[in-house]
Every structure is written in C-alpha cells, then in structure tokens.
C-alpha cells in the first residue's frame, strides 16, 4: 500500500498536543488524505442528560448550539490547515 492510497482520521481539539499529533501524522504519511475530526454535542443534550441545569439554561438554546457547532467547524478547519 503506498502513501497516497492511505487516509487516515485525525481527531483535532485545539490543543498543543493535537497539533503535534497532525505534525507526527504528516512526517509518519507523507501524502496520505486525511480528514479532521472535532466532535461536539448540542447543548440541548447536555440539559437533557443533566435535567437540574434545564432551570439555569432555557433561553436561546438553539443559538448556543448554532454558536457551539460554529466553533468545532472552525477547529476543524483549522486542524486541517
């Protein structure tokens, strides 16, 4: 298999460490495709699953989430970059 037949998945948060992570990933695949992955949830899940925030949190959800998946795009792409 060569280099340019692979395609791996690189999991991206912003941090030093998964900078460093795409860095090693770069000089291990030298022209492998790759796709970057931020994984966030909506903020609607995260009240339902901890029902004592609902009361704290009823306004503007769907903004929030908008705003939330917003910013994991954005670190997605700027893992890929």
Known sequence: M????????ICYDGSGYAAHAIAVAARLFPGAQAHVLNV?????????RYAALGPYI??????????IEGEASRMAAAGAQ
């Open 58 to 67: 009823v306004e503007n959800v769907g903004e929030a989430d908008t705003d």
């Open 40 to 48: 966030w949830e909506p903020l609607e899940r995260i009240i339902a």
């Open 2 to 9: 060569t280099d340019e037949s692979r395609t791996i998945l």
